[in-house]
């Protein structure tokens, strides 16, 4: 199976500022098939952001997405307070599909 | 706007059988565009794919736990399920069902329900 190696594990940052939150694999991930989710406490996870560099319906578009192959990316370009949650990479180009294990976003 | 709510018992005796219902509404569960999911999060911990489901019946599991899943569908109720058998602690999680976008992102989640195993 695609193991997938978030990093950092915790992110502190202030509102306002730029996120970069990276998601390696340890095979090539199919067509792009990468999606990274949103996760706030209690809640079930949202999705963001689909094949690699699609945002989901309704994700503002301070959520972007970028990578190929074994490498991935996603930025979150101007942090606002809503921002601050764990974040998830996941593959669902091979079975089994995988995910991260994930990245704190906490606020500094 | 496609709504799913996970539904069974919060507690289950190590050894026995969980069992959880998906109901869907806003959508189908026949729909031939989409693949139903269960996925498992222990408590303060990761994501974990439990398998799928299509409307004809097809399934796909997590090699890691394919000896004791089975997910089934009942169309004319317009749910899914899941039966994950011999559990034991490590199985005490929140299990969310979810609906697979066109390509295998999870694009719905249910809310989740917290499953604990214990005697």
């Known amino acids: 199976e695609i193991v997938l190696t978030q990093s950092p594990g915790t992110l502190s940052l202030s509102p306002g500022e730029r996120a970069t939150l990276s998601c390696r694999a340890s095979?090539?991930?199919?067509?792009?098939?990468l999606a990274w989710y949103q996760q706030k406490p209690g809640q079930a996870p949202r999705l963001l952001i689909y094949g690699a560099s699609s945002r989901a319906t309704g994700i503002p578009d301070r959520f972007s997405g970028s990578g190929s192959g074994t490498d991935f990316t996603l930025t979150i370009s101007r942090l606002e307070p809503e921002d601050f949650a764990v974040y998830y990479c996941?593959?669902?180009?091979?079975?089994?599909?995988?995910f991260g294990q994930g990245t704190k976003l906490e606020i500094k | 706007q496609v709504q799913l709510q996970e539904s069974g018992p919060g507690l289950v005796k190590p050894s026995e059988t969980l069992s959880l219902t998906c109901t869907v509404s806003g959508g189908s569960v026949s729909s031939g565009s989409y693949y139903w999911s269960w996925i498992r999060q222990p408590p303060g911990k990761g994501l974990e794919w439990i398998g799928y489901?299509?409307?004809?019946?097809?399934?796909n599991y997590n090699p890691s736990l394919k000896s004791r899943v089975t997910i089934s569908v009942d169309t004319s109720k317009n749910q899914f399920s899941l039966k994950l058998s011999s559990v034991t602690a490590a199985d005490t999680a929140v299990y969310y069902c979810?609906?697979?976008?066109?390509?295998?992102?999870?694009?719905?989640w249910g809310q989740g329900t917290l499953v604990t195993v214990s005697s």
């Open positions: 095979q090539s991930v199919s067509s792009s098939y």
């Open positions: 489901i299509y409307y004809s019946g097809s399934t």
């Open positions: 996941q593959q669902y180009g091979s079975s089994p599909e995988t």
């Open positions: 979810a609906r697979d976008g066109p390509t295998g992102y999870q694009d719905y």
